[in-house]
């Protein structure tokens, strides 16, 4: 039997063509709107009942309206000639040691251009944002700190961040603010390297500190931030 160091060792991400090239700014508002228009089709349905969801609950209703958006083509360009979309996939961290990481969302690409890899994958982390939770579940270890460790994200150079977020709780208002207070100071736990929270879907950017196995360094990780409004408490609406 083979044992743990040298399976780490065999599953670890090589570096080689490593991190892969970004989408284009358009690919990229093609999944942002698709999260939007799930979120949308959920809060058509359920109202209120939404925030009475668990984060498990939320994220397998996003992911089934997200599968009928690809069927229904609904969003330009969001289709499953081009697109696939799964929920908790295992994935491989960085240094090949935790072979069971499981992002909330991940978004493959079925059709891939020269140069991408059948591994290719956006991996999205989701977390409810309010005040019984706060805010450390969405920016610390068990949030952002996933991609910036590299246990998601590890082949890739972006990310994405959701937020189910209770009406009043913003990026700009909740989460960038944390993250100015230890902008370019020593021990930033965040890493941030860039802070853009103007943008309609605001974006952060975290240095990786650690290494592929060939000794290159797997550069920043960009996060973008799709914050979905979850409506107060109320009847449910739809089934």
């Known amino acids: 039997m083979m044992d743990g160091a040298r399976f780490a060792a065999l599953c670890r991400a090589s570096g080689e063509g ?22 949308d089709r959920l809060r058509a349905a359920y109202g209120g009942v939404l925030a009475q969801w668990s984060e498990d609950q939320t994220t397998e209703r996003l992911e089934a309206q997200l599968n009928a958006l690809l069927d229904d083509e609904a969003v330009a360009g ?11 996939p295992k994935v491989v961290n960085h240094d090949g040691h935790h072979p069971d990481k499981m992002p909330d969302l991940a978004f493959s690409l079925r059709r891939r251009e020269p140069g991408l890899r059948a591994d290719y994958s956006l991996h999205v982390e ?15 270890q068990d949030g952002m700190g996933k991609f910036i460790r590299g246990d998601y994200a590890c082949k890739m150079r ?64 960009r996060l973008l931030h799709v914050w979905l409004t979850v409506a107060a408490p109320g ?3 739809a089934r």
Not at 78 to 88: C, K, L, M, Q
Not at 126 to 138: A, E, I, L, T
Not at 176 to 194: C, E, H, I, Q, V
């Open 235 to 237: 009847p449910l609406t």
């Open 78 to 88: 969001f289709s499953r000639e081009f697109i696939g979309v799964a929920r908790e």
């Open 126 to 140: 989701c977390k409810p944002v309010n005040r019984r939770d706060g805010m450390s579940p969405y920016c610390d």
């Open 158 to 221: 972006a990310g994405f961040m959701v937020a189910y977020a209770a009406d009043g709780y913003t990026f700009a208002g909740k989460v960038a603010p944390k993250l100015r207070r230890s902008f370019n100071k020593a021990g930033d736990p965040y890493a941030t390297t860039r802070l853009v929270d103007a943008a309609q879907t605001p974006e952060s950017q975290h240095h990786r500190s650690w290494v592929y196995a060939n000794g290159s360094a797997p550069g920043d990780i």
């Open 18 to 39: 490593m991190p892969y090239p970004d989408l284009t700014a358009p690919q990229e508002r093609v999944l942002v709107d698709a999260l939007r228009a799930a979120w």
